[in-house]
């Protein structure tokens, strides 16, 4: 059973950073690419960031490239979600997603596995 834990949502001033950790256990890590969505009330998921199974390849949303910086260590089964100079409009609940083999897709229905999601608040 794969199970997919978000850690590290908070509250933050603007321009702080923030850091989630999402680990994962029930798979062959190594072998899922893994993404970052999030999502505020009332709208839809929104892609973020993934990163490859080999973590050679990231795929962001142009809007916060620069920003925002995904990572993993295979050896912990741990992807990561770095984000600086957070700014209002980045408060959401963060989701991290896992696809087998997957590409480094922006679709969310292209995921089969989902964390329960972590809380990031940006106080101006």
């Known amino acids: 059973q794969v199970q997919l834990v978000e850690f590290g949502g908070g509250l933050v001033q603007a321009g702080g950073s923030l850091r989630l950790s999402c680990v994962a256990s029930?798979?062959?890590?190594?072998?899922?690419?893994m993404g970052w969505f999030r999502q505020t009330p009332g709208k839809e998921r929104e892609f973020v960031a993934a990163?490859?199974?080999?973590?050679?390849?990231?795929h962001y949303v142009d809007s916060l490239k620069g920003r925002f910086t995904i990572s993993r260590d295979n050896a912990k089964n741990t992807a990561y979600l770095q984000m600086d100079s957070l700014k209002s409009e980045d408060a959401a609940v963060y989701y991290c997603?896992?696809?087998?083999?997957?590409?480094?897709?922006?679709?969310?229905?292209?995921?089969?596995?989902w964390g329960q999601g972590t809380q990031v608040t940006v106080s101006s």
């Open positions: 029930g798979l062959i890590f190594n072998r899922f690419t």
């Open positions: 990163i490859s199974w080999s973590g050679t390849s990231t």
């Open positions: 997603a896992a696809g087998l083999y997957l590409s480094t897709s922006a679709k969310a229905t292209d995921y089969g596995s």
